[in-house]
């Protein structure tokens, strides 16, 4: 079945970086779109960044753009996110999500807390 694992969060000061990954198993990874997105406590679920399957395509939320890079490493069936110039309004659980022949799926997600 489909898993998506992520990885990578924890507690940076402003301005520091976080490398978030997902690892994802259960479908042909490179053949798929593949989505982060964060929930902030007391906020909606909003869309951080996409990619699409070859890599070739990338969309990024205005609070990301500048900032936060998706990348995906097909042979190794993982999603990257690298967030530099962190700010305490990124602190966040951070999933990643596919969208495997019209289902959707969720990892778990990674706590990312920006504070001094």
């Known amino acids: 079945q489909v898993q998506l694992v992520e990885s990578g969060g924890g507690l940076v000061q402003p301005g520091g970086s976080l490398r978030l990954s997902c690892v994802a198993s259960g479908f042909t990874f490179s053949s798929f779109t593949m989505t982060w997105y964060r929930h902030a406590p007391g906020k909606e679920r909003e869309f951080v960044a996409s990619i699409t399957g070859a890599g070739g395509v990338r969309n990024y939320a205005d609070s990301a753009k500048g900032r936060f890079t998706i990348s995906r490493d097909n042979a190794k069936n993982a999603l990257y996110l690298q967030m530099n110039s962190l700010a305490p309004e990124d602190t966040a659980v951070y999933y990643c999500?596919?969208?495997?022949?019209?289902?959707?799926?969720w990892g778990r997600g990674t706590q990312v807390t920006v504070s001094s």
């Open positions: 999500r596919s969208y495997v022949y019209g289902v959707e799926y």
